[in-house]
C-alpha cells in the first residue's frame, strides 16, 4: 500500500512535493519526493508565492488553488483518510497528543510518577 499525505498544520512542505524540482530521478538517486512526476510551471509558481506571503488568508488562497490544481489534473486522487489510533497508558503523564503531528511528537515531556 502506498499511502501520502499531510501531516503538518502547514501545508508547504507538502505542497512543495508536487513542483517540478522534486521530481524523483535517477540523476538525483531517486531521493526527491514527487513520484508522481508531476510537473506544471504555474503550479510551481502558486507555490513559489506562497513561501514568501504572509498574508494568511491570501496563502490559504495559494494553496487552495494548487490543491485545485492537483486534483483537477489527476496528479493527486484521494480515495481513503486512514484514521490513526492511539493508545497510551494511563500511568503516563505530559502527554498531549494532536491531529498534526505523530503521537510521540513531546516524548521529552512524557513522565511515569
Known sequence: ?????????DPGSYMKTYTCG???????????????????????????Q???ELDPEVRQDLFIQMNDMLIEEAAVIPLVHRADAVGV????????????DLGTWNIAEWRRP
Open 1 to 9: 500500500m502506498f499511502a501520502t499525505g499531510n501531516t503538518n498544520p
Open 22 to 48: 522534486e521530481i524523483t530521478s535517477k540523476e538525483n538517486n531517486w531521493t526527491k519526493t514527487n513520484y508522481s512526476r508531476y510537473c506544471n510551471p504555474e503550479y510551481d509558481a502558486l507555490w513559489q
Open 50 to 52: 506562497s513561501t514568501t
Open 89 to 100: 497508558s494511563n500511568r503516563l503523564t505530559g502527554i498531549s497528543l494532536t491531529p498534526w
